[in-house]
């Protein structure tokens, strides 16, 4: 059996990307643009006949509703969904909530970018009484411990397992597979994926909105590195101003 193919969806811009605040957990919602980008990313699904059998998600809302309104576009919005917290974005901790260009002013450049893109250098953890804990958040109840902050590394721990046995089974089996969810969970599947050194992952960043697809041999060996995003200007541009964030 072929096996299927894998579309990397990152949400469309949220309300704090758009004011530029350190979200992990936070559960904010798409600006008009994120639900446009959503709208764009599922007619370039349908363009080019690039249609999902299933759909992964987080917990998190930006995904979910990115998901949604990208599954409508292409007229998928019939097919089975999974969501999973292993999947949510890297916990941000004590940042989380924090404006990423004041953070950036005040700790300087090199701490801001250990603490944004290092593999393993994780933020100072949440308060368990920050307004941006998610320590009695209900949908995180079954989990033996919310987390109070993640580094990169984190992220890759608990989603590529999940992606090993939950996801990888689906392609192997020939399904089209849609995975909506967030800039840095992507970058730890990616980083999986690509098989990239955890040095270089810092240099990696995913422009919201725009499905990356990946293909595979009947090995299971992805056969276009790097993946292909189905609009690469934009792509280009998004993960250009992704990398930049942090300036005023
Ligand atoms: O704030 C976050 O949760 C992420 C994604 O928006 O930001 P960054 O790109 O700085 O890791």
Avoid at 77 to 96: A, D, F, M, T
Avoid at 152 to 181: H, N, Q
Wanted: hydrophobic fraction near 40%.
């Amino acid at each position: 059996m072929a096996y299927g193919t894998l579309v990397l969806l990152r949400h469309g811009q949220s309300q704090w990307n758009a004011s530029n605040q350190f979200t992990g957990w936070v559960d904010v919602d798409l600006t008009d643009l994120g639900r446009e980008e959503a709208v764009r990313g599922g007619k370039l699904l349908a363009k080019e006949s690039i249609l999902p059998d299933v759909l992964y998600t987080s917990l998190l809302r930006r995904a979910i509703t990115t998901a949604n309104i990208a599954l409508d576009a292409c007229d998928r919005h019939w097919i089975p969904v999974v969501r999973h917290w292993k999947l949510n974005e890297r916990h941000y901790g004590k940042l989380q909530g924090l404006n990423k260009a004041e953070i950036k002013e005040e700790f300087g450049d090199e701490q801001f970018m250990l603490w944004r893109r290092s593999y393993d250098t994780p933020p100072p953890a949440i308060d368990a009484d920050n307004e941006y804990s998610q320590s009695s958040d209900v949908r995180y109840a079954d989990l033996p411990e919310v987390p109070l902050t993640e580094c990169l590394k984190d992220v890759v721990d608990r989603f590529i397992p999940y992606y090993s046995a939950e996801i990888a089974p689906r392609l192997a089996a020939g399904e089209t597979v849609m995975v909506a969810a967030h800039g840095n969970s992507l970058r730890a599947l990616v980083k999986h994926l690509d098989g990239i050194s955890d040095e270089d992952i810092a240099g990696l960043n995913i422009p919201t909105g725009i499905p990356l697809v990946y293909r595979f041999d009947d090995a299971g060996t992805v056969t276009n590195p790097g993946g292909t995003y189905l609009d690469p200007e934009a792509a280009a541009a998004g993960a250009a101003a992704v990398a930049n964030q942090g300036g005023k």
